[in-house]
């Protein structure tokens, strides 16, 4: 009586360590969802964490110590007027949005010129401060925020006539006022694109996306395979960013 009563509980205990081994499995088989927390101004419990996309930029090539100045050179010349061109894009684009709900003639007009006015008591010192080229690489850099040539804003903004004739004063001084930003067949704007991205990503510079069609790695593919096609002379190691 006692050995079956003994072997009953031997089976039971053996029974019950088989259901909680099978629960165990059953519920290891199903896959947890993780959870993560996020510290910040608040904090929450998420199912995931996004992150930022980061592209790995590869090093330029430069076919002798005199480019790789120069590209140093403007370097430090695109990130001086950078903010101005982020500040003419954020400007035109509220002038443009504001411009929409307004209906009369006299009163776009009105409000036209009190911008122009805010814009050259605020920055017109700065920007004679700049150089002939600092003033190319603005030019250039607007197009690339705005999508239209400085020549072209001006003209929206004042006339025909006074764009004229801002163009034909800049051109005294080697700036041409409908220059446009074209990286996929300048190979100095594509100096420009380049330096603007790697310090977007360093965060030296504010990031705002381009108005203008940019796709950058398919430039950084071109214009490498374009420096490939140097003579091995031509390609020196130094020179590299």
């Not at 977007?200 to 504010?206: E, I, P, Y």
């Amino acid at each position: 009586m006692k050995i079956t009563a003994y072997f009953c509980l031997l089976l039971s205990l053996s029974l019950g360590a088989q259901e909680y081994k099978y629960k165990r499995n059953s519920e290891d088989s199903i896959p947890r969802q993780k959870k993560f927390m996020i510290l910040d101004k608040d904090s929450a419990w998420v199912d995931e964490v996004k992150l930022d996309e980061v592209i790995i930029l590869p090093k330029l090539n430069f076919k002798n110590r005199d480019e790789f100045r120069d590209y140093l050179i403007l370097k430090r010349k695109t990130k001086k007027v950078w903010p101005y061109a982020r500040l003419a894009s954020e400007r035109f684009e509220i002038l443009n949005q504001r411009l929409e709900n307004i209906k009369s003639k006299r009163k776009k007009r009105k409000y036209t010129l009190i911008i122009q006015k805010y814009v050259e008591e605020e920055f017109t010192e700065e920007l004679k401060k700049l150089t002939k080229t600092e003033g190319q690489i603005l030019v250039k850099l607007i197009h690339r925020q705005t999508g239209e040539t400085t020549f072209d804003l001006v003209k929206d903004l004042r006339s025909g006539w006074r764009a004229f004739w801002y163009n034909t004063t800049a051109s005294f001084f080697n700036i041409s006022l409908k220059e446009e930003y074209q990286p996929s067949t300048v190979k100095e704007d594509f100096y420009i694109e380049d330096i603007l991205q790697r310090e977007f990503q360093s965060g030296s510079l504010n990031k705002q996306a381009p108005k203008t069609d940019i796709q950058f790695l398919e430039l950084m593919d071109k214009w490498q395979k374009d420096s490939l096609l140097l003579p091995p002379s031509a390609r020196r190691s130094f020179g590299r960013y």
